[in-house]
């Protein structure tokens, strides 16, 4: 199965998902949407009022946010993807529960591996646990944390910055160091630098992506590394915890393969009509490669009775 196919068989999954009580609630479960080559993915909370009744995330006033917090990274809906921890919304947008962040587990995980990220952006503080657990979205947020060659940044979610609004510009500076942090993500795993933030390959998917080897051991000793956002955070981060934490991809290595690819082939894929983002970075000079007849953003078919989920190649 290739990974447009197996993105199709996970969102049916999800759509029928029965694996928790949030499944008897919810209008339309929200499993994720974005470029599924993205080099940069979010995760966020849980599907709020509007993303219950759309079927697609963060499409509300933190939606909205996020769209422009995009733009400040050189991104938009159709370069990056963007997913959840919980796939439904919980009754009044109460906090996810364990139960329910382990019912959904399985389906983030795979996510994880199908995009195989070279950069992983957490909204917030549940996405940021599975990754910085016991730590303070306060004192980490715009850090970075490189394991296993993907880099890993824990933000504010874009709603703090609707509850509190001096929140918001500390958002913006986090999100402006993006650019720089995939730089390092791409030269880190062997790929072409680009001056500025060029959006990831829109060439077409490589149908079987070979099986991965064994994933990499973590290292359990490297240091953290501070951007200006992290500056109050001077404590210790307890590095076993992450190390325990972060389960490297299998499919890590392949990022090399990514990596390989030449820079031609790195054109911008069509912007989505509703995003409200800044323009990314222009796109490479055109080659034979770029001007070919580009993929076009597929739709997965859904049932009737759910909205479509968009999912760009
Ligand atoms: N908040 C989230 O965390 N996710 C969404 O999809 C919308 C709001």
Not at 116 to 145: C, E, N, W
Request: aromatic share 6%; hydrophobic share 35%; with cysteine.
């Amino acid at each position: 199965m290739n990974r447009p196919e197996r993105f199709e068989r996970l969102y049916a999954e999800v759509r029928g998902c029965e694996r928790c009580p949030l499944a008897a609630t919810r209008t339309c479960s929200v499993p994720g949407e974005g470029n599924i080559n993205a080099e940069v993915m979010f995760i966020g909370e849980a599907p709020g009022a509007n993303e219950d009744k759309q079927g697609r995330p963060f499409v509300g006033a933190a939606g909205q946010f996020l769209d422009e917090l995009l733009g400040h990274a050189g991104l938009d809906r159709s370069s990056a993807y963007i997913c959840n921890v919980l796939k439904c919304r919980p009754p009044n947008n109460r906090d996810p529960l364990p139960d329910e962040i382990e019912a959904c587990r399985d389906y983030l995980d795979e996510q994880i591996d199908l995009i195989d990220p070279l950069v992983i952006v957490t909204l917030g503080r549940y996405s940021m646990a599975r990754y910085f657990p016991k730590q303070t979205i306060s004192r980490i947020h715009g850090t970075v944390k490189e394991v296993a060659g993907r880099f890993y940044v824990p933000m504010y979610h874009p709603a703090a910055a609707l509850h509190q609004g001096g929140l918001r510009q500390v958002i913006i500076e986090d999100f402006r160091k993006l650019p720089g942090i995939l730089q390092r993500a791409r030269r880190a795993a062997g790929a072409p630098v680009m001056p500025g933030l060029a959006p990831p390959p829109a060439a077409p998917i490589v149908a079987a992506r070979p099986a991965a080897p064994p994933p990499p051991p973590i290292p359990d000793d490297e240091p953290w590394e501070y951007e200006d956002g992290g500056a109050d955070f001077d404590g210790e981060p307890p590095m076993e915890e992450l190390a325990v934490a972060v389960e490297p991809s299998p499919t890590a290595p392949l990022r090399q393969e990514r990596g390989a690819m030449p820079a031609e082939a790195v054109a911008s894929p069509p912007r989505d009509a509703g995003a409200a983002a800044e323009p990314a970075a222009p796109p490479p000079a055109p080659t034979e490669e770029s001007t070919a007849p580009g993929p076009t953003p597929s739709r997965i078919p859904e049932p009737i009775t759910q909205p479509q989920i968009r999912l760009f190649d």
